[in-house]
């Protein structure tokens, strides 16, 4: 018993209910040395151990620090409201939440011991599953505006506007938190003490078989289907527009503002689906390794590269979208505080 065992073991820290025991030989050291079922406290090297806290730590303050930009530069400047950029706005709202909660999630994926008890387990797992599932949701509401946007361009305006927008975004989110919670609620995440397939002191993702094969159907191959779909379509139809465009130029015939609109809703598109491409090399890794990989170091590196993700976003938005680095200029010198500073048009060079 775990509970004569401690008896003999030399305490290292102080506390009821945070105390780790290790026996006398130094090998073994329980989360709750008081409860028979305690979960055994990994080693890590501690070099690797600072590291990887550093690199987690840092990497949530980029990501919180770089979408919050683009949060301030969309919500701000009214030039930016547009139904494409409330999509990239829910989108970089959704990365925010990730970068803050990536500190306690990091905690959860390297220490087997976990101190804040079965609620906030059920409740953190609920949180990260739907910004994860809202993550696919944001790039299929992206890859249907730009299908609409280049395929159907005389329809746009019609079928895609703000308001339109926002209720399928709020719609997506309201769906998704319903299907989530449904999902964390029956496979007992809010109560380990009827599940026999964890330890005490353990917060993990485990699902039935069931749950296992519709999540993997709703929450990855569905989007990934529509989404590659939807792109394959618009890349087509964006090659045949250039061509139509470039032998209209090299003819030496006047090309006309719609014909320039259409290019730009091209370059639109290819710049999101340079997003999508981003998003879906850092999600698919991890979907693939977790059906077939049993090895949790390397799921867990490459679920940390899926929350990475959520500060990759930001760096493609500065690298094709001039109106970010114009933006971010105006708010880190603080000219956003300025008069009609909402009002800038923020597309052209000052």
Request: hydrophobic fraction near 45%; glycine fraction near 4%; aromatic fraction near 14%.
């Amino acid at each position: 018993m775990k509970g004569q065992k401690g008896e003999q073991n030399k305490l290292l820290t102080g506390g009821d209910s945070l105390m780790a025991y290790v026996t006398e030989d130094q090998e073994t050291q329980y989360c709750f040395p008081n409860i028979n079922s305690s979960c055994v406290k990994k080693k890590h090297s501690r070099n690797g151990y600072h590291i990887i806290y550093v690199f987690v730590s840092l990497l949530s303050a980029w990501t919180v620090f770089l979408n919050l930009l683009v949060i301030i530069s969309i919500s701000h400047f009214k030039k930016l409201h547009t139904p494409t950029n409330m999509i990239i706005l829910s989108l970089t709202v959704n990365d925010l939440f990730i970068g803050l909660i990536m500190p306690v999630e990091a905690i959860r994926l390297i220490e087997t011991c976990w101190y804040f008890g079965d609620t906030f387990c059920g409740l953190h797992i609920l949180f990260i599953s739907l910004l994860v599932s809202a993550s696919f949701s944001n790039f299929v509401l992206i890859a249907l505006d730009r299908y609409v946007a280049v395929c159907h361009p005389l329809q746009y305006p019609q079928k895609i506007t703000i308001t339109k927008t926002l209720m399928s975004i709020c719609l997506s989110w309201l769906c998704l938190s319903a299907y989530i919670t449904a999902y964390v609620f029956n496979n007992g995440y809010f109560d380990s003490s009827h599940r026999t397939d964890v330890c005490y002191g353990q917060c993990s993702v485990m699902i039935s078989f069931s749950w296992s094969v519709t999540d993997l159907i709703i929450s990855f191959i569905f989007p990934c289907v529509l989404i590659i779909t939807l792109y394959l379509r618009i890349f087509y139809v964006v090659h045949q527009q250039v061509k139509v465009i470039n032998s209209l130029m090299k003819g030496g015939k006047c090309v006309t503002e719609g014909s320039v609109k259409r290019k730009s809703e091209s370059k639109a598109a290819l710049t999101l689906g340079i997003i999508v491409s981003v998003y879906l090399f850092c999600y698919i890794p991890y979907y693939i390794c977790s059906l077939t990989v049993n090895a949790t170091t390397i799921i867990n590196v490459l679920l940390l590269l899926v929350y990475a993700n959520s500060g990759l976003n930001p760096l493609v938005y500065a690298l094709f979208y001039p109106w970010f680095k114009r933006t971010a200029k105006v708010i880190l010198t603080l000219k956003i505080f300025q008069s009609a500073s909402s009002l800038i048009n923020i597309f052209t060079q000052n």
